[in-house]
């Protein structure tokens, strides 16, 4: 059984700055990909950014429009850590940020539809005001 918790997330004044984490319960090379999705208050859930574990020194790394340039996806992989560095917040980017690791391929060009993935966290909570 694959757990993903997740944390970091916090309550912060527009323009300001985040860091989420979400440990694995094993390996992150295991995974195929792993994301950050978010779900606003009577929104459907969206992908946020996606990497690719395998080899991240790739750089393989996917992001929403609506985030680039201000969100960075990274993993640790000593630790089976993935990290969301969230700057230049905005109000809407309020929501349940939840991480996800897919069992098997990603499809699409963005890696961020949310069928694709098997593992999720419980979501942490983030507010921009």
């Known amino acids: 059984q694959v757990q993903l918790v997740e944390s970091g997330g916090d309550s912060v004044q527009a323009g300001g700055s985040l860091r989420l984490s979400c440990v694995a319960s094993r390996a992150t090379s295991g995974f195929p990909f792993m994301a950050w999705f978010r779900q606003a208050p009577g929104k459907e859930r969206e992908g946020v950014a996606a990497?690719?574990?395998?080899?991240?020194?790739?750089?393989?790394?996917y992001y929403a429009d609506s985030v680039k340039g201000r969100f960075a996806i990274s993993l640790e992989v000593a630790n089976n850590t993935l990290y969301l560095q969230m700057h230049l917040l905005k109000p809407e980017d309020t929501a349940t940020y939840y991480c996800?690791?897919?069992?098997?391929?990603?499809?699409?060009?963005?890696?961020?539809?949310?069928?694709?993935?098997?593992?999720w966290g419980q979501g942490t909570q983030v507010t921009v005001s």
């Open positions: 990497t690719y574990p395998y080899n991240p020194n790739i750089g393989d790394t």
């Open positions: 996800a690791a897919s069992g098997g391929p990603v499809y699409g060009p963005t890696k961020l539809r949310t069928r694709d993935y098997n593992y």
